[in-house]
């Protein structure tokens, strides 16, 4: 390969790197989760701590994933991993905007102001059923 | 000046069908500590059956009525310039029946998207290669990851929307609540343009 090879391909990794980087900060901040998160937690102080986190997040599992830095550890390690990931998960689908424009209207429409706590339950229960059925049945 | 009515008209109103609004009613009124009382059950406006549920009263119709009485009072005008009144016809009650219908198409629709998603993103693959980076082993189904996932993205969830089946977390609103604010003030803000007569006029 010649340094312009080499050259390129550094820059069209750096470029895409830089996009997706980019790219992944702003889905993550239209949905609100970091503040979500800092308003409960009252950790308003250590918003830089979790932006860190974030970053270090992203570049961490690229790492271990491109150098194929495997760990043998047990099962359980990965249900301790499995329930972080599906509780970001949950604030993600949480967080979409379909999700919350759908409640008002429909507490509006069809008066049902009293019942959305017991509706908010169903889409719970509904993603934590399809996500276990998925997976269980290995669709 | 010594004597200035002080009018401040409320945000909203909530009354029963064929109800009598009074100016007590529709704003808090400060005059000289005595006279108010009686000011307080002046008639404003009488609602009739044909007005629909929702009526917007004018700051000018209550300055126009209170002149019309007191016509030397000189008044002081606070607040926004006009009321949104809710008529609330016997209440319709949700239909259980119908509840319950649209919880299972909430139920049924989320669970589809949260399975889409995985496919559409290829979770199973990315489970796949974690269960392998951590563990050494492959395995095709790493249900010891999915499971605690799983139930994790209902934890989110609910921690999301700052509810564990009723109870707060704190006293802050939840992003849910704020949402129903929203869409609650672009509704009102569309009635006091379009149900308020005097806003709209066509000269031709």
Redesign the interface.
Known sequence: MSVWECGLLVLIGLGGGLAVGSGLVAFIAVLDIIPRLTQLTNAHRHIRAFEWALVMGALFFTLIDFFHLGAHWPNVVTAVYGLFAGIFVGTLAAGLTEVLNVFPILAKRLSMDGSLLFLLMAVVFGKVTGSLLQWLLHL | MKDALFLRLRKRLAVKPEAMIALGDICQLFWDGEREEALKRMPIYQVKPTDGNLIVIDIMQVIQRVRSVYPEVELEIQGSPQIIVEVLNP????NPV??AL???L??????????N??TDVSM?EV?E????????ERS????????????????????????I??KK??E?PS??EV??F???QS?DQYYIQNENKENQRTKL
Do not use: D
Request: aromatic residues 16%; proline residues 4%.
């Open positions: 209440r319709k009650k949700a119908l509840v649209v919880w299972v909430l139920f049924i629709g989320s669970g589809l998207a949260i399975m998603f995985h199973r489970h290669r974690i269960f392998y980076l951590i563990t050494g095709e189904q790493p249900l010891w990851l999915q499971i605690p996932y799983s139930i994790g993205i209902g934890m989110g969830m609910i921690l999301f929307f700052n509810h089946f009723q977390i704190n802050e992003p849910l949402e129903l929203m869409y609650q509704l």
